[in-house]
């Protein structure tokens, strides 16, 4: 390998930690400016209040793996929640997550019609449907806002083994996940379709089908994100999870995920997400003008889409075909 | 018997038959070389094999039985597996995953979780017979060329291949890793699996295989076992035919002006040590195997790549650190040689193909608004030009001409900004016998006219019959100089096939 070669791997190196770097920055800066902040129960309101985007990013993974992307997800919980409010009010909790997600694959399965079967671009599909479903949705609540019971209220306080419900939902949903794109031959099709879907198919894998599913999963993962979301604030108005879909590609691609595909998993996602909360939290305790908040996300998003385009083109770099002169550059 | 029978195949295109009843054998245990030139119908015959194509006359015969594959998952299951060049791997996913991609094993029937353990054992198994040492967890990104070829023949021996097809194995190889894969060749055939092995290395060729077959044309041009064939008969079949009625008589001679000048040009990895002199009026020809570096070269020259070392002067000037841009504005044109990618926009309309490159020539003085008639009028001078034959001229949409016509649209957007150098990269790939003639005829016309010509050619007779000179390229240095009357087919090949001995840093 010669030097330039070495170069590009040490800034990668750099690049694909650069992440936790800025994780270790957060956590000094925020510390060192409020006491409050380094207090345990932060940490556990942290994860409560990142658990909702850091689903939505994990269904998202799965879409960006293939190298699609899904627009349409704020939307998807939002349809969810008005639905199940107004028409299936009294709907247990242990039903209604069950009820939302399928309203999420609902959701997915018509993404996927449009970008598998009619090849439409994901990027436009979504788009339309982000704002299909949002106004599907306010038809529905009339633009009022939809109280959710106190059943479903208490569960943001209630504990499971002195854990809250939140984080058990967002643990169970990783952990399947996780699971699904490790160990289970589907997952790893996943991976095989984003990296390259001509080779995917002629190695005898239903691409198609593949497709569908990641889209499937990601409303899937909406839907349940607007559980944890509504269990959180009790009421959902006409502007509840507007803008999500960017928080959760900020999430993955924080977290290493690729848009170009086939690279990154979940728990890099998860990573993102808990990111992320943790400026907003570090932000509201030391009393920071919100009007900087989208200022400081944004920035943090831009950060993320920067340093995976520099890992893409170095990765790139170091895999450009080399014409062999013998063995004298091996 | 033969385990593969291929009795006359033939194969049309659009009406064009390119494979005029192909027949060949293929025993068990036997290594069956497949050479000619680039467009002698070998991709064709093998695609047929494949499943990729449908065959038009003609019939296979596997183990005996017919054999009539509906597409590539037919050849597969009848234990036909062809290993492309450009392989099939994801190197996102680890060795042992790129092994059973398309189906793993499960912990049990019915559940859906991988058995990794058991994966693991069986890519062991299969690493091991392709003497591949890393852990079968290691990211194929890791791997080396010839070590991701090796992945790819453990996956055929995982599905039981009978016949394994290589295009070109070597071409990304290095020498080392090259003679690795004759080993395990040599191993395969050992265990009774039969191989086709396509390649322009006759060398290897020569020692690697038990019977070779030659095609030209679409046909077989001759053939037989190894003891009765030698490269230079190999070469002779492969190139065949008398080269004058192809090609144009040239209207001029070089002149000793320069219009480009490369000195000692480097880029570490691509070319090295590129020294070359074109003249105003000389068609130079650059001949050379895939991946020797010519198209590099090309894109070197014309600013689209960097490069370490080294200058390059056009017209007597010097261009310090080219873009296209520049490259433009001093005089220079270049055709790729991927027309539908590079060269075109295929969905526009023949005119705003060819005012594609001059639109800043055409704007008005001040508001910078395109002078559409004066551009008009002088696209239609330019389509009478290269004889560009449409039936709506301007307006047609250049993804519905022919490859010739398609060519003829490339050259008149450059022939309107009046280059003084022509690089011009593959031009005749992929156009009928007609469309060639009036390419070279324009080529011829060009040069007449004053401006020089760089092509790359994979086409042996096409630069013998255009070409003042020929450069072969090979490995990314030039290896040698032919001249005009000195031309000879066979010597052009060796220099292009030649390893080339170790070379100062």
Not at chain 1, 88 to 91: E, F, N, Q, S, T
């Given at each position: 390998m010669d030097r330039a070669t070495d170069n590009a791997r040490l800034r990668l190196l750099l690049l694909r930690n650069a992440p936790l770097a800025l994780f270790l920055l957060v956590i000094a800066v925020f510390g060192t400016l409020s006491d409050?902040?380094?207090d345990p129960q932060n940490f556990t309101n942290i994860l409560i209040q990142s658990s909702h985007v850091a689903i939505l990013g994990i269904g998202m993974t799965f879409v960006l793996l293939t190298a699609g992307i899904d627009l349409s997800v704020g939307t998807v919980m939002y349809l969810a929640v008005a639905l199940l409010g107004i028409h299936?009010?009294?709907?247990p909790p242990l039903l209604a997550v069950p009820a939302m997600a399928a309203v999420g694959v609902l959701f997915g399965l018509l993404n996927a019609f449009f970008i598998?079967?009619?090849?439409?671009a994901a990027f436009i599909v979504t788009l339309a449907t982000l704002f299909v479903g949002r106004g599907l949705a306010l038809w529905i609540t009339n633009t009022r806002m939809v109280f959710y019971q106190d059943q479903v209220l208490s569960l943001a306080r209630a504990e499971f083994l002195g854990v809250p419900w939140a984080i058990w939902i967002f643990a169970a949903v990783f952990a399947a996940a996780w699971v699904t794109l490790n160990h289970t031959p589907f997952g790893r099709q996943v991976y095989a379709v984003g990296a390259n879907p001509e080779a995917a198919a002629k190695a005898g894998i239903n691409v198609p089908l593949v497709l569908t599913a990641v889209y499937a999963i990601s409303g899937a993962c909406a839907g349940v994100a607007g559980f944890v979301s509504v269990t959180q604030v009790g009421a959902a108005a006409?502007?509840?999870?507007?803008?999500k879909e960017f928080a959760a590609v900020a999430a993955a691609v924080l977290g290493g995920v690729s848009l170009f595909g086939g690279r990154g998993g979940v728990a890099g996602t998860v990573f993102g997400a808990v990111l992320i909360q943790t400026v907003q939290n570090g932000l509201v305790i030391v009393n920071?003008?919100?009007?900087i908040y989208p200022l400081v996300t944004s920035s943090i998003i831009f950060l993320a889409v920067f340093v995976d385009s520099q890992r893409s083109r170095i990765l790139e770099r170091i895999g450009r075909r080399r014409i062999r002169i013998e063995e004298r550059t091996v | 018997m033969a385990l593969l029978e291929c009795e006359s195949l033939r194969k049309s295109f659009f009406g064009v038959e390119v494979l005029h009843g192909v027949s060949f054998t293929l025993d068990r245990g036997s290594v069956l070389g497949l050479v000619g030139e680039n467009g002698s119908g070998k991709s064709t015959t093998m695609n047929i094999l494949g499943g990729v194509l449908a065959r038009d006359g003609g019939r296979m015969r596997l183990d005996g039985r017919d054999y009539d594959p509906r597409g590539p998952k037919d050849a597969l299951a009848g234990g036909i597996v062809f290993i492309h060049?450009?392989?099939?791997?994801?190197?996102?996913?680890?060795v042992e995953e790129n092994l059973f991609i398309g189906g793993f094993p499960r912990?049990?029937?019915?559940?859906?979780?991988?058995n990794r353990p058991a994966m693991r054992r069986r890519a062991r198994e299969l690493l091991e017979q392709v003497d591949i040492?890393?852990?079968?967890?290691?990211?194929?990104?890791?791997?080396?060329q010839g070590e991701r070829q090796l992945v790819e023949i453990a996956k055929a021996l995982s599905v039981d291949a009978k016949v394994i097809i290589f295009d070109?194995?070597?071409?990304?190889?290095t020498r080392r890793e090259a003679e690795r894969l004759f080993t395990i060749i040599g191993r395969l055939r050992g265990r009774g699996i039969a191989v086709i092995y396509i390649s322009h290395a006759l060398g290897d060729v020569m020692r690697l295989c038990d019977d070779i077959v030659v095609l030209r044309d679409g046909a077989v041009a001759g053939g037989g076992p190894r003891a009765a064939m030698t490269t230079e008969r190999m070469i002779a079949l492969m190139v065949g035919?008398?080269?004058?009625?192809?090609?144009?008589?040239?209207s001029s001679a070089p002149s000793a002006t320069p219009v480009l000048e490369v000195r000692r040009l480097s880029q570490p990895?691509?070319?090295?040590?590129i020294d070359l002199t074109l003249h105003a009026g000389e068609v130079l020809g650059i001949a050379g195997l895939?991946?020797?570096?010519r198209s590099e070269l090309a894109r070197i020259l014309f600013g689209l790549d960097p490069f370490r070392e080294g200058s390059i002067a056009v017209c007597g000037e010097?261009?310090?650190?080219?873009t296209p841009q520049l490259c433009m504005e001093r005089g220079m044109a270049f055709l790729t040689e991927d027309r539908r990618g590079?060269?075109?926009?295929?969905?526009?309309p023949i005119a705003e193909n060819v005012a594609l490159a001059s639109l800043d020539d055409y704007?008005?003085?001040?508001?910078?608004?395109?002078?559409r008639t004066r551009l008009g009028s002088e696209v239609e001078r330019m389509a009478q030009r290269v004889r560009l034959r449409a039936?709506?001229?301007?307006?047609?949409?250049?993804?519905?001409?022919?490859g010739g016509n398609q060519q003829k649209v490339v050259l008149a957007k450059w022939l309107l900004r009046e280059p003084r150098v022509f690089i011009l990269d593959?031009?005749?790939?992929?156009?009928d016998v007609g469309a060639k003639f009036e390419i070279y005829k324009i080529i011829d016309a060009l040069v007449a006219g004053g401006a020089g010509v760089l092509m790359i050619s994979s086409e042996m007779e096409e630069l013998m019959g255009m070409c003042d000179r020929i450069l072969v390229m090979n490995h990314g240095a030039i290896q040698a100089e032919y001249r005009r009357g000195a031309f000879d087919g066979e010597r052009i090949l060796e220099s292009a096939m030649a390893r080339r001995a170790e070379e100062p840093a």
């Open positions: 409050r902040f380094l299936m009010a009294g709907l598998v079967r009619l090849r439409v006409s502007s509840f999870a507007v803008e920071a003008d919100p009007y | 060049q450009e392989l099939n791997l994801f190197e996102n996913l680890s912990l049990a029937r019915g559940i859906p979780f991988i040492r890393h852990p079968p967890g290691t990211p194929v990104a890791q791997l080396s070109e194995p070597t071409t990304s190889l035919r008398t080269l004058d009625q192809l090609f144009p008589e040239r990895g691509v070319v090295h040590g895939m991946g020797a570096g010097p261009v310090e650190r080219p590079e060269g075109l926009l295929m969905h526009a704007a008005s003085p001040w508001l910078r608004f395109l002078e039936a709506d001229p301007k307006g047609a949409l250049v993804k519905n001409l022919s593959e031009p005749t790939r992929g156009i």
